[in-house]
């Protein structure tokens, strides 16, 4: 990565190696980072990463906007009105539990 990159991580936390990013944010190897998911969470408070002047944290709540507790309500009212009308096939967002998501 470019020194004026900044790192943004808000899909899985596992997919970043959090020393090496913390060393790079240190050394200014890189410009900022941006990280919304962690390998653990909560995060215990003694991690080095909470050192790291170049960093901003958020309470993994980056998928969240203005809108998303009305559209999240909207499916919930969505899938109750099918799921008690017997149109189970009907339902929105269904987790796939062999798939992992």
């Not at 410009?31 to 909470?50: N, Q, S, T, W, Y």
Request: aromatic content about 6%; some cysteine.
């Amino acid at each position: 990565m470019k020194e004026s990159a900044v790192f943004m991580n808000i899909g899985r936390g596992t997919t970043v190696n959090e020393d090496d990013l913390c060393k790079a944010l240190k050394s200014q190897r890189i410009a900022g980072a941006v990280l919304d998911v962690f390998k653990d969470e909560p995060l215990a408070p003694d991690r080095e990463i909470f050192e790291c002047p170049n960093l901003l944290l958020t309470p993994h709540c980056a998928d969240q906007d203005t809108e998303h507790l009305h559209r999240a309500a909207q499916t919930f009212a969505e899938n109750l009105t099918n799921f008690s009308t017997g149109g189970v096939e009907k339902l929105f967002n269904i987790c796939d539990k062999e798939k992992g998501y």
